[in-house]
């Protein structure tokens, strides 16, 4: 069974940092494009960030590009999510999944706010 798992939410102040990990388990993690989703309160869920199955070839969301930036290791069937500059509309759920498979982890809050 695919199983992906969320951490490394919490609080922040506006402009602080945090970095998201998805620890994922159930099918091949290196031959899967892997994307960060979030969610906020009575919000629709929307992409923020993609990446191919070897790290080489990302993609983000208009609203984060050039304050996130995701990435892989492979070796740990980990994907990352590394949140700079963070605003308080950032705040939200955050998941991640297959880039091309329906199935969602527990996902991790991110608030941001003073």
């Known amino acids: 069974q695919v199983q992906l798992v969320e951490s490394g939410g919490g609080l922040v102040q506006p402009g602080g940092s945090l970095r998201l990990s998805c620890a994922a388990s159930?099918?091949?993690?290196?031959?899967?494009?892997m994307s960060w989703y979030r969610q906020a309160p009575g919000k629709a869920r929307e992409l923020v960030a993609s990446?191919?199955?070897?790290?080489?070839?990302?993609t983000y969301a208009d609203s984060v590009n050039g304050r996130f930036t995701i990435s892989r290791d492979n070796a740990k069937n980990t994907v990352y999510l590394q949140m700079n500059s963070l605003k308080p509309e950032d705040t939200a759920v955050y998941y991640c999944?297959?880039?091309?498979?329906?199935?969602w982890g527990q996902g991790t809050q991110v608030t941001v706010s003073s």
């Open positions: 990446v191919d199955s070897a790290g080489g070839s990302k």
């Open positions: 159930g099918f091949i993690f290196s031959y899967a494009a």
């Open positions: 999944k297959q880039a091309s498979k329906n199935s």
